[in-house]
Every structure is written in structure tokens, then in C-alpha cells.
């Protein structure tokens, strides 16, 4: 099992710039696929970006395809999504998770494939 805890949220203006963080309690390369989901107020959970177990595959929505950008870091088992042009449909929660079934090479982009989950961190883009 993991577990991950998410931080680096906030409130900024359009156009800005967040770094998230998604420490997890063991390592994750190699172990598990990770992802990055979000969820606005009254609307559903929307992929954001995946990475494979190997870290060599990315996959990103076109919504942010350009803007944001995933990074492991195997030191610290964090793995970070940085966020660029903010804009304020980005306002959403954001929610990290790991999938432990995936196969190597493979970008998981269906909230359901995912085992574990952090409990989110708030990101408001302000117009």
C-alpha cells in the first residue's frame, strides 16, 4: 500500500504559476503508475495527466497539454505536476493517485484503473 498526501495549492491569478506535491509513503517509480485528477465544484472528476511505472510515457489532456508538466522525484517519492498560464477553469480540487496493476509502459487515464488516492489540495485561479 501507499499513501499520498498532496500540498501546494492556493489561490492565485490568471496566468500564474503552482507547483503541486504528491509525497508518497514508499517509493513509486517502478511500482506504481501515477496520475493527476481534478474536480470543480458540481462537476465530475476530469483527467489531468498520467505517468507510466517506468516514467517514460506521459500522457496529459488537451486542457492543459502545453501548460502543465509531471516530475518524479525518486528521492524524496514525491511526484510534482507543475502548472503554468493558470487560467480559471484549472480551479478545481486536485488529486493525486497511484495505480499499482498497470503494466510498465502504460498511462492510466480512467480515475477507476487507480488504487490509491491522496486527499486533495484546493488550486483557485482568479480571473
Known amino acids: 500500500q501507499v499513501q499520498l498526501v498532496e500540498s501546494g495549492g492556493g489561490l492565485v491569478q490568471a496566468g500564474a504559476s503552482l507547483r503541486l506535491s504528491c509525497a508518497a509513503s514508499?517509493?513509486?517509480?517502478?511500482?506504481?503508475?501515477m496520475g493527476w485528477f481534478r474536480q470543480a465544484p458540481g462537476k465530475e472528476r476530469e483527467f489531468v495527466v498520467a505517468?507510466?511505472?517506468?516514467?517514460?510515457?506521459?500522457y496529459f489532456a488537451d486542457s492543459v497539454r502545453g501548460r502543465f508538466t509531471i516530475s518524479l522525484d525518486n528521492a524524496k517519492n514525491t511526484v510534482y505536476l507543475q502548472m503554468n498560464s493558470l487560467k480559471p477553469e484549472d480551479t478545481a480540487v486536485y488529486y493525486c493517485?497511484?495505480?499499482?496493476?498497470?503494466?510498465?509502459?502504460?498511462?492510466?487515464?480512467?480515475?477507476?484503473?487507480?488504487?490509491?488516492w491522496g486527499q486533495g489540495t484546493q488550486v483557485t485561479v482568479s480571473s
Open positions: 493517485a497511484a495505480d499499482s496493476r498497470a503494466l510498465p509502459w502504460a498511462v492510466e487515464v480512467s480515475g477507476d484503473n487507480y488504487d490509491y
Open positions: 514508499r517509493r513509486t517509480a517502478s511500482i506504481y503508475a
Open positions: 505517468m507510466s511505472k517506468s516514467g517514460g510515457y506521459q
